[in-house]
């Protein structure tokens, strides 16, 4: 998709299963399996869609992935072979990981950070080793130090590699990293999670994240329950959505298995989604 001097593409970097009520929170069952069917484990279906910007003659990639490098009680936890499509993905679009700029990581959490690094020689180091991977500072200070709650989706390990070859930016609260894009913190999700906001011309595109997952979690109440503080995820939420139906702004998903980029509209007082290519 082209908007104005900016060019925004995605491809699926892995598929996953994961837990549906985790995905849906409160929602009762028999509420979110019309939208997402559910296997006999109570699983869904999901993706980790990841999105590539062109801007100013720069390249921005949205979060990492999974990636490869899981152990094997992860790839058993997200009931996924661990098969990484991040390399060839970035082959599709004409690219290699050393030709992206900047890795802007939302949060910390493995389905979005894990492909930021890889494993050499039996240690991780930086998968994109001319990027700057821009992280916020609270997200950070959480990351490596996991709790009780968190251990299982923050790995530290992972992520000092980072900071260890010199690569990691870390910003506070919402930031503009360029005309035309802002680094927007929310919260919610996660202690530091922030989405980005893209406008060029006369149309933005706006990457949310897990505030946003799925065109299905544009309903307010509609909060994963892995979310640290799910009533901040509401509040954004509602803040946002007339923003995005008003100025007709392209989402971008980033774990819906059909359409990673969708413009929301309301139509008859209920918001409805159509895909964009």
Known sequence: M???????????????????????????????????PADENNLIEMTTNLFVLK?????????????????????KVYGTTGASSLDSGLAT?????????????????????GGAVKKVDGRYVPRFPN?????????WE?????????????????????????????IDGTTELMPGIRLVHTGGHSEGHYAIEMTSG????????DIFPSPHHLKVPFVPATDIYPVT?????????????NQ???????????HPLMRVKEIDGKLVTEPVE
């Open 2 to 36: 082209i908007f104005g001097s900016f060019e925004i593409r995605a491809f699926v970097e892995q598929h996953f299963r994961l837990d549906g009520g985790a995905m849906f929170g409160v929602i009762p069952k028999a509420m979110w399996s019309r939208l997402v």
């Open 55 to 75: 801007a100013d003659g720069k390249t921005f990639m949205f979060d990492a992935g999974l990636g490869d490098t899981l152990t094997d009680r992860e790839k």
């Open 93 to 113: 679009l004409g690219l290699s990981p050393e030709k992206i700029d900047y890795v802007l990581l939302t949060h910390l959490h493995t389905d979005h950070c």
């Open 131 to 139: 990027a700057r991977y821009v992280v916020s500072r609270k997200e």
């Open 142 to 170: 959480v990351a490596i130090h996991p709790d009780e709650r968190t251990s299982a989706v923050y790995i530290p390990d992972r992520l000092l590699p980072l900071q260890k070859a010199g690569q990691l930016d870390l």
């Open 202 to 209: 006369c149309q933005s595109v706006f990457y949310y994240a």
């Open 233 to 245: 995820s509401m509040e954004v939420k509602r803040a946002t959505l007339p923003r995005i139906v």
């Open 248 to 258: 007709n702004v392209v989402m971008a998903f980033d774990h819906d298995t059909q």
